[in-house]
């Protein structure tokens, strides 16, 4: 069974940091390019983050690119989000994501990823 695990989350102050991580487990984590989303209360699911399956090229989306990091631990079969100088627009449900074919190229597409964790709450005070 695949399973995508996501901890970390929590309140924060303004101006704050948070690391998020994500582990999986049922599938062979190299194999799979990686992404984190975020859902805000009434909005729909957007775009935050991904990474390669080595690592070589990440892609932010717009209004977290310069303060938040993706990054991926392959052996550790871990996946994590460094967030940094939050704001409270930060405030969102964050959900870790696999893409849906081994070896596929990263996308900022929510119908590219078919394996999703049960999200973790990040609140800015």
């Known amino acids: 069974q695949v399973q995508l695990v996501e901890s970390g989350g929590g309140l924060v102050q303004a101006g704050g940091s948070l690391r998020l991580s994500c582990v999986a487990s049922g599938l062979t984590f190299s194999d799979y390019p990686m992404a984190w989303f975020r859902q805000a209360p009434g909005k729909e699911r957007e775009f935050a983050a991904t990474?390669?399956?080595?690592?070589?090229?990440?892609d932010y989306g717009d209004s977290v690119k310069g303060r938040f990091a993706i990054s991926r631990v392959n052996y550790k079969n871990t996946l994590y989000l460094q967030m940094n100088d939050l704001k409270p627009e930060d405030t969102a449900v964050y959900y870790c994501?696999?893409?849906?074919?081994?070896?596929?190229?990263?996308?900022?597409?929510?119908?590219?990823?078919?394996?999703w964790g049960q999200g973790t709450q990040v609140t800015d005070q």
């Open positions: 994501a696999a893409h849906s074919r081994r070896h596929g190229l990263t996308s900022r597409r929510l119908g590219d990823y078919a394996t």
């Open positions: 990474i390669t399956r080595t690592s070589s090229y990440t």
